[in-house]
């Protein structure tokens, strides 16, 4: 609400000055092109009861009721920054009533209109008053120094328009001319959708392997956020100990992009050389800087460790047959696959027969045993003669897969009958 000082009028005035308070102009000043129609042309407009003015300047009364002004309103319109409102940004208009009573209340318009298809911003509107022209209050409300009001209008719109409302009064017998200017800054406006990607990294992997056996680790990638994630990117650091078939520690692996809600997964095979317990490392990186590690994912790695002893007659008599016996145990953390154990004849020894498993492979003789859990072992036995005295020497070795190969030997005496 702006209020200025009110001025009460003389006490007496003139007959002259009475009629031209019946019928006070207001004008709208401003530079520029006015658009046709619109323009208010103040050396030829004619002010209702200037007739009745003159008359009573010689001494006639003329009564106020009878120079009341009509109904009437104006608009002026001009546009800004070029005059035309096909080469222009804004276009001001003013809408005032062409004449006003002394102490009556009025109100006129100052319309604000973005002629462009992009916004304005720190739009700005100033007019100003003269002193005999008190204002009541506007809408929206303005900040005011001395006589020039501003109304800091912020953005418009493209094709909008703001209206300011100015409520007011005359307080003296003279014309109230008030000029409106506006100020804008063009604005450059451009959209940028905000996106919030969020990757979720899982990762699948056994609780337990044995050594140098291959499985698999399965990486599974989510786009969990909004928007695209792009150049979507896993790397797995493999643990020390651990490689893929071709050798390699450290594997990259490129999922490209990712729709929101998306997933993708992809499979590597990998064996680990060590026993013990592995931890999977596994991050995700995309465009624009996201990364995200994945939950730490633990796999026991065990190993199968075998142990073979032989149990033959220390003595045995010539051409009289020997009987030996072997134990391969698993003394390790995981099951021993593919295990095996082959005994080599000694020269002057011949093969009598073996537990069910074996077989001669020419001086070699071959047991297949497959598969023993931690703890278990088993017992393979074969009978061999030799019709010479002497001593010899039974050799066996046994492997398995992820285990080291292990020997065991046994000396023998044959002794004469």
Not at 66 to 72: D, F, I, L, M, Q
Not at 136 to 146: F, L, N
Not at 245 to 261: I, K, N, W, Y
Not at 278 to 289: L, Q, W
Request: proline share 7%.
């Amino acid at each position: 609400m702006i209020r200025s000082t009110r001025k009460s009028p003389p006490a007496r005035r003139s007959a002259r000055a009475l009629a031209l308070a019946a019928g006070l102009l207001v004008c709208a000043c401003a530079t520029g092109n006015y658009e046709p129609g619109g323009r208010y042309d103040r050396s030829t407009a004619e002010v209702p009861g200037a007739a009745d003015a003159a008359a009573s300047a010689d001494g006639l009364s003329v009564p106020i009721e009878a120079s009341a002004p009509a109904e009437t309103s104006q608009r002026l319109r001009m546009a800004f920054p070029t005059g035309d409102p096909r080469t222009s940004a804004v276009l001001l208009e003013k809408v005032f009533p062409a004449e006003i009573v002394l102490e009556a209340p009025i109100e006129y318009q100052i319309v604000v209109e973005n002629l462009t298809d992009r916004p304005l911003v720190d739009v700005r509107v100033t007019d100003d008053f003269p002193a005999g022209f008190e204002v009541e209050d506007t809408e929206p409300e303005c900040t005011r120094v001395g006589g020039v009001a501003r109304w800091n209008l912020g953005m418009l719109a493209p094709n909008s328009l703001k209206t300011i409302l100015v409520r007011g009064r005359a307080i003296e017998l003279e014309p109230i001319t008030t000029s409106a200017t506006v100020d804008f800054v063009y604005a450059l406006q451009a959209t940028m959708a905000v996106i919030a990607p969020l990757l979720e990294v899982t990762v699948d992997a056994p609780d337990e392997v044995v050594v140098t056996r291959p499985f698999d680790l399965t990486v599974r990638v989510t786009n969990a956020g909004t928007g695209d994630a792009r150049d979507v990117r896993i790397i797995d650091e493999l643990p020390e100990g651990m490689t893929t078939e071709t050798g390699q520690r450290r594997v990259v692996m490129d999922f490209g992009s990712l729709a929101s809600g998306q997933s993708k997964e992809k499979t590597i095979s990998v064996s680990a050389e060590v026993a013990g317990t592995v931890t999977h490392e596994v991050r995700a990186r995309a465009a624009g800087g996201l990364e995200v590690m994945a939950e730490a994912v633990s796999t026991t790695v065990r190993e199968p460790r075998l142990a073979l002893t032989i149990d033959a007659p220390p003595k045995a008599s010539a051409a009289s047959p020997v009987r030996i016996e072997m134990t391969i145990a698993n003394t390790g953390t995981g099951p021993s696959d593919n295990t095996t154990v082959r005994c080599r004849l000694p020269v002057g020894v011949e093969l009598v027969s073996t537990s069910e498993e074996g077989a001669l492979d020419g001086d070699v003789v071959a047991w297949w045993v497959g598969s023993l859990e931690p703890g278990t072992s088993k017992v393979i036995a074969f009978t061999i003669w030799r019709d010479e005295p002497g001593a010899f020497v039974t050799e066996a070795k046994a492997k398995a897969s992820g285990a080291l190969e292990v020997t065991a030997t046994y000396r023998t005496i044959v002794e004469a009958p």
